[in-house]
């Protein structure tokens, strides 16, 4: 059946200025990470990627590893664009990254000016595209100069391969000394993706925030839901197929008794303000202005509406914010902090 996207896709989303950029970005971004793969039933990825288009949000995440397996997400991706979002090309912010592993030997992973060019043009090659709207460096590498990382991707605005270029993970200091080197090269970074949620709040204390803020470079968090512990799903133990249960990215050591007891805590603070408790959760991730886009994923079209339900509630009272902060604290979940990243 032939996909047309709906008239009134751009009446509900809000959409903010990225930076200092011209760019605006919609509220909620759609990543494709997990859940979008060959071994995911393609048709309910596309009704959900439809869904996603005609409510208003036309930035769609990639990178080079999503899956799986890796690359799979973007195969997928790219046949959605040639078969139903071809129309729609240049509504459309697509993103992709480069930096964990994606092939044997030395030059398959990190942030090498061989292997993230080499990444960028298979990405391309999958997704069917001249160019992608953001690149990114998907990850810090400490045993790369950073003049060489920033320099690749600088080499890839000005080969036409990307029109803007991003960070992913990169830590405050590592931020501002690439921040620095781009300014030089004339190729200022755009955006930077951290994690961030009401469980994993590092990127207030390590001071990114004030320091993207400094360099006038947007914000888009990933992981609001803190892989779907702010969910109900958790609040009476561990369901099949959960990312939990299938020892995914989520431990069953996230899933702590201080956890649990906080996420509870929020959910009930959720229930009076008439949110589900993910609702709140992306709501709370996007109360800073710093902040230019919360990322988000889903597994069905059901799952994607309740978070994009967040929508008709986005403002906290100050009584609100004061009860969220007694139980919105660091739960260990940070598997991209600077400890984990090797």
């Known amino acids: 059946m032939h996909y047309q996207a709906s008239n009134t896709r ?8 990225c930076g200092q950029s011209g ?15 060959a071994q995911n039933d393609e048709q309910i990825c596309r009704d959900i990627c439809h869904r996603v288009f005609d409510s208003g949000i036309t930035h769609f995440d990639l990178a080079n590893n999503y899956g799986p397996p890796p690359g799979s997400a973007e195969s997928f991706f790219g046949q959605l664009l040639k078969t139903d979002f071809a129309a729609y090309r240049d509504e459309l ?5 480069a930096g964990y592993r994606m092939w044997p030997g030395p030059y398959g992973e990190w942030g090498s000016r061989k292997y993230l060019m080499a990444s960028l043009d298979q990405s391309l090659k999958r997704m069917g595209l001249d160019y992608v709207d953001i690149f990114y460096s998907h990850r810090f590498d400490p045993n790369t100069p950073l003049e060489e990382t920033m320099g690749a991707l600088d080499s890839i605005v000005r080969q036409g391969k990307a029109l803007y270029i991003g960070l992913s993970s990169y830590t405050a200091s590592e931020t501002h000394k690439a921040a620095k080197i781009l300014n030089e090269l004339g190729t200022p970074c755009l955006i930077h993706q951290p994690s961030y949620s009401m469980l994993n709040r590092w ?3 390590d001071g990114l925030l004030d320091t993207l803020e400094e360099h006038g470079i947007g914000t888009i968090v990933f992981s609001p839901l803190a ?26 050591s996230h899933l702590s008794q201080e956890n649990l007891e906080r996420i509870r805590s929020l959910n009930e603070i959720a229930k009076q303000r008439g949110q589900s408790l993910a609702q709140m959760a992306i709501a709370w991730a996007l109360r800073d202005t710093r902040i230019t886009s919360a990322l988000i994923g889903a597994r069905s079209v059901e799952q994607f509406q309740n978070s994009y339900e967040c929508l008709k509630q986005m403002d906290f009272d100050p009584q609100e914010l004061l009860e969220i902060e007694k139980y919105a604290q660091d739960g260990g979940i940070n598997i991209w902090s600077l400890a984990a990243r090797s």
């Open 227 to 252: 892989q779907g512990l702010l969910t109900d799903k958790y609040l009476c133990g561990i369901p099949e197929n959960s990312r939990a249960a299938l020892k995914q990215s989520l431990k069953e």
């Open 10 to 17: 751009y009446k509900h989303m809000p959409y903010r200025l």
């Open 203 to 205: 990127i207030e204390a």
């Open 23 to 37: 760019l605006k970005l919609p509220a909620i971004s759609f990543g494709l990470w997990q859940n979008f793969g």
């Open 93 to 97: 912010i697509i993103s992709t990254k």
